[in-house]
């Protein structure tokens, strides 16, 4: 480059000359690259205020329309896509002055294959997919795996009920386990057995007098021709909820206190899957024998349903009810059953309530034992749990 140099009046003195080597940008452009750690894939390039490229691959071409280098110089730095020339990626920025300096408008760009560029967030995408894809099905199977598990209580207590009128040993639905939602409503179905046992009474109560035992006879006798259960010969349910409302009425007309045991054998489903059930059977009335061997003559005691026996108490109060409720559970843990070859342990839980004024019939009094039997359950087995005083604003609720 040259230019006159001339005096105030306009006379040529001399010319200034010098030489401009593009060297030095394309050194800082390789020093910029190698500070940065550039890929080698990585296009640096100066675009001139005027569009044409400064330094880079086509050197002195204008590559970008006038429309789009105007909006890169008015939005002074970004990125896009430039599918016209290779669907690069490009990021770019204009070069700013110094103080009072407004700078050349020079625009640097940096360009990369959109392929290389978004490789990286293309296999995070897949890992996030693969990753997404077993958590889902993970998820899913354990969904299905709690749906299984919540359901099948539910499908056990239809499968019970589903017995009761078709088998003559099955009177009563077997507690269930599970949610607060599940206890529930096994509790209500069977305090709802326990209320229709009660409306039974009539049909009993005849069959009682037409073979009613001889004076002095223990009606909880093995053998007893009506109103008794078949396997153990106790008495059966209807004859037992005549009774027991019998009692209830004598409690509330002279305030003789009465109490109600519900007994459950321990893990018997195990005893029927690991000895059979004919052992199951002996377990059965072993149990039976023993209850009805402990408890007073004024007392009585009948099969419930399945593995589960009631005992209506008869002038008793709180601390002989517990009393009596740990002999019975001592003396059956120290009877073991012996049947063929097998020496089978057996354990009963007791749930245990004492009439209260708050109960408006025997129902109630038997439901808050067997209530007061899942506690011993949940306690453990093998154990006996008092039953409180049902609230009555709770019942109505």
């Known amino acids: 480059m040259a230019f006159p140099v001339r005096t105030p009046d306009g006379r040529v003195v001399g010319v200034l000359g010098a030489r401009v080597d593009w060297s030095w940008a394309n050194e800082l452009r390789d020093a910029l690259r190698n500070s940065q750690r550039l890929a080698p894939d990585v296009e640096l390039w100066v675009i001139g205020a005027g569009g044409e490229v400064l330094i880079g691959p086509e050197a002195g071409r204008q590559i970008f329309p006038d429309g789009l280098r105007q909006e890169m110089q008015a939005k002074v730095r970004g990125t896009f896509l430039d599918h016209d020339r290779g669907n690069m990626v490009t990021g770019y920025a204009v070069a700013e002055g110094f103080r009072d300096y407004p700078g050349l408008n020079w625009i640097v760009v940096a ?5 290389v560029a978004y490789a990286r967030a293309h296999e995070l995408g897949w890992i996030v997919l693969i990753v997404g894809t077993v958590v889902a099905l993970f998820g899913a199977t354990l969904v299905l795996l709690a749906a299984d598990q919540l359901a099948a209580p539910l499908r056990a207590l239809a499968k019970h009920a589903d017995r009761i009128g078709r088998e003559s040993s099955e009177t009563m639905i077997a507690r269930q386990r599970g949610s607060r939602e599940m206890l529930t409503l096994s509790s209500a179905l069977r305090s709802l057995l326990i209320r229709t046992a009660a409306g039974e009474r009539p049909a009993e109560e005849v069959a009682l007098k037409v073979a009613a035992p001889s004076h002095g006879e223990d009606p909880n006798a093995p053998g007893a021709p009506a109103g008794s259960d078949a396997l153990t010969g106790l008495m059966s349910r209807g004859a037992f909820m005549t009774q027991a409302i019998d009692a209830m ?15 459950d054998i321990d893990r018997f489903q195990h005893v029927n899957r690991k ?15 023993v209850v009805a061997d402990m408890v007073r003559s004024t007392d009585k005691v009948a099969r419930y349903g399945g593995e589960e026996f009631v005992v209506l108490l008869r002038e ?3 601390a002989q009810t517990r009393l009596l409720a740990e002999r019975i559970l001592k003396k059956v843990e ?11 342990g057996v354990t009963v839980s007791i749930g245990a309530a004492v009439v209260a004024k708050q109960d408006r019939d025997v129902e109630d009094l038997i439901e808050r034992a067997d209530r007061a039997l899942y506690a011993a359950k949940d306690a453990g087995r093998n154990c006996v749990r008092m039953a409180v005083p049902a609230d009555p604003e709770m019942r109505a609720a």
Do not use: C, M, Q
């Open 316 to 318: 008793i109060d709180e």
């Open 249 to 263: 009425r004598y409690y509330k007309r002279y305030d003789r206190s009465i109490a109600t045991l519900v007994l």
């Open 334 to 344: 120290s009877a073991a059953v012996i049947h063929g070859s097998d020496v089978i």
């Open 111 to 115: 360009r990369r294959p959109a392929a």
């Open 275 to 289: 000895f059979g059930r004919a052992a199951g059977d002996a377990v059965i009335r072993r149990v039976a024998a």
